[in-house]
């Protein structure tokens, strides 16, 4: 669990957390991206015909203003955001390593699914459920997690949606900016 240190909401929602449970800082930042009322989404059905997927409709709507897209960086805090990685590594059950995360300022681009919650832009409230989905890209490997927003409480929480992803994750957070 994180505290939200700054929440600043304007054209993109930008997010700073930070926690010091182990009495060091860490923390990292979010920015995501918001509709101007004009973003699209979709989603797609699908079905298995011969032996292959065949698009069988896709259902398209627009956006509300202020409303999330599934635009998502993950913004690097340089040592608090080792310090991150240094806890997950613990978590997970891993050996610390001393391989730092990305540099100060660094971004990871990835998307976030909503799964469920409320936003209400008017009155800037945020509870979000959702699913971060950090794509496969260049050989470094694909990996999910789920992202808990709440501006009324002032929290993030950060849970893993599988254990399958714990290296994916711990090697995307390593190794950001690296040529694979």
């Known amino acids: ?24 800082p860490a923390g990292f930042g979010l920015v995501l ?49 080792t310090r991150v990685l240094r806890r997950l590594e613990q978590c997970f059950g891993f050996e610390p390593h001393a391989r730092p995360a990305w540099p100060d300022k660094q971004a990871l681009i990835c998307q976030m699914l909503p799964l469920r919650g409320l936003v209400v832009p008017d009155k800037g409230h945020f509870t979000m ?25 002032r929290q993030l929480w950060v849970s893993e949606k599988s254990g399958e992803y714990r290296t994916a994750i711990l090697t995307r957070f390593s190794h950001f900016g690296e040529a694979a």
């Not at 292959?52 to 993950?74: D, F, M, N, Q, S």
């Open 1 to 24: 669990m994180f505290d939200i240190t700054e929440w600043r909401w304007n054209e993109n929602l930008w997010i700073e957390v930070a926690n010091n449970s182990a009495g060091d």
């Open 33 to 81: 991206g918001l509709s101007n009322g004009e973003h699209k989404d979709a989603a797609e059905s699908w079905e298995l015909k011969s032996g292959r997927p065949v698009l069988t409709g896709r259902e398209e709507w627009t956006i509300p203003r202020g409303h999330p897209t599934r635009e998502l960086a993950l913004v690097s805090h340089g040592d608090r955001t």
């Open 129 to 153: 459920r959702t699913k971060v989905v950090i794509e496969e890209q260049n050989g470094w490997p694909y990996a999910e997690f789920f992202l808990n927003i709440n501006s009324v409480r």
